[in-house]
């Protein structure tokens, strides 16, 4: 072992992964009163399109015909044992509150990251007396999950949140529990190959296979001075993860540094139509609080501006608001931004705008109500992330973003104002 590697002086907290096998196969089938284990199903978005993407692929499906998220329609072959189905985002996302609501009654929200629609972690730390030690806690919930909705579930449990995730990953899966400490690290995670492990991916992957490195223990054996030399921050975390740590807390990790986050962006043209301009603000907003949810971060204070065109007598203006609540919604800095829009704006000709968020906190801070859509919200708007992740922003947006105006195509092919 490496001698600067210290297991002792690590946090052992008690994290839980949860992820419910192929949930829009899953939630499709038991809705249909199928066995989501055994029904060969596909959820597609659009079978009037032989292009289609497999959104989601039953664990059936994947096995006997090597169909899986992000194969086409026209992959699928058309045998009477295979039952293709439309997706009803809907259904899936009230099914991930209701999932979430269970969890509740085993550790506070604050206890709880929502990771995607279909998975998150829980920390059990301190829930020993109500449900027994993690692997009873999780059994608790991986019976209840079954008995209340039917769906199948992996589950991991480390130490921290990136040991949980790839025991659920790379055994949990299997297995359906699977539970790793740091004295695990050698027999369980060094074996696992590069591209088969979490938070590296593909493309960093072949970089390494290109170095001769190919598992994550090839990968710890690097010196760590020439990881960070190599890749950086990312060489650090890189170099951590391969011993299995990670200091991360569940809540999130803030920078303190970086004061605010934000977009902008000049127009091609002169927009003098509101419509337009709070189009163009409400992409702004919805990119704003995408790069705050992939931070772990939320804001308070909206802050807008608006430059004139330059055959304007005034050159614009800049004005912020604070929110009641923190918040990284798309929908609810586009309110707050829009109410700055309509007390500011005369019909002048507009070509820059800017938005940005500040009076940034960890979103462990994030409060939710009971008589509120703040939770589905957070759950659309983390549906919204899925799915451009893996399939591209045309995935999946807002409906606002098809009227005229609209600048969605232009920012997602353009880095500070570039093409990219």
Not at 60 to 88: F, M, Q, S, W
Not at 368 to 382: H, M, P, T, V, W
């Amino acid at each position: 072992m490496n001698n600067d590697i210290n297991y002792e002086r690590l946090p052992k907290n008690k994290i839980l992964c949860v992820d419910i096998k192929s949930f829009f196969a899953s939630v499709e089938a038991v809705d249909r009163n199928w066995d989501p284990l055994k029904v060969c199903l596909a959820v597609v978005g659009d079978q009037s399109r032989a292009g289609a993407v497999v959104l989601a692929a039953s664990s059936a499906l994947k096995e006997k015909y090597n169909i899986k998220t992000g194969n086409r329609l026209y992959d699928i072959p058309r045998v009477p044992e295979i039952k293709i189905v439309d997706a009803r985002m809907g259904l899936y996302l009230n099914r991930s509150l209701e999932i979430t609501l269970l969890f509740r009654e085993f550790v506070p929200l604050s206890a709880i990251h929502i990771y995607s629609i279909d998975e998150s972690w829980l920390k059990l730390n301190g829930t020993e007396r109500l449900w027994g030690n993690s692997r009873q806690a999780a059994m608790l919930i991986k019976e209840k999950l079954a008995e209340k909705f039917t769906l199948p579930s992996s589950m991991g449990i480390g130490p921290n949140m990136f040991l949980a995730k790839v025991a659920m990953d790379i055994e949990g899966k299997k297995k359906g529990l699977a539970e790793w400490s740091y004295e695990d690290v050698p027999e369980k995670l060094w074996p696992v190959r590069l591209k088969d492990c979490w938070g590296i991916g593909s493309r960093l992957a072949y970089r390494f296979k290109k170095i001769g490195i190919q598992t994550v223990g090839e990968l710890a054996h690097l010196p760590l001075e020439y990881l960070e030399k190599k890749f950086g921050i990312m060489g650090n975390q890189l170099y951590y993860h391969a011993w299995g740590i990670d200091l991360s807390r569940l809540e999130g990790h803030y920078d303190d540094k970086r004061k605010a986050l934000g977009r902008g962006i000049t127009l091609f043209k002169d927009y003098t139509d509101p419509e337009q301009i709070k189009t163009v603000i409400f992409e702004l907003c919805d990119e704003t609080a995408r790069r705050l949810r992939e931070n772990n971060l939320i804001g308070k204070t909206v802050n807008l501006g608006i430059g004139y065109s330059h055959n304007e007598t005034s050159s614009g203006f800049h004005v912020q608001r604070t929110m009641k609540n923190y918040s990284n919604s798309s929908f609810e800095l586009y309110l707050t931004a829009l109410g700055l829009f309509d007390n500011n704006y005369k019909g002048q000709g507009v070509r820059r705008l800017n938005l940005s968020v500040s009076n940034l906190t960890p979103d462990i801070n994030l409060q939710f109500s009971l008589f509120d859509d703040s939770l589905q919200r957070l759950k659309i708007d983390k549906t919204k992330d899925l799915l451009q992740d893996r399939y591209g922003y045309q995935a999946l947006f807002y409906g606002r973003s098809l009227k005229e105006g609209s600048i969605l195509e232009r920012m997602r092919t353009t880095i500070g104002g570039h093409k990219s």
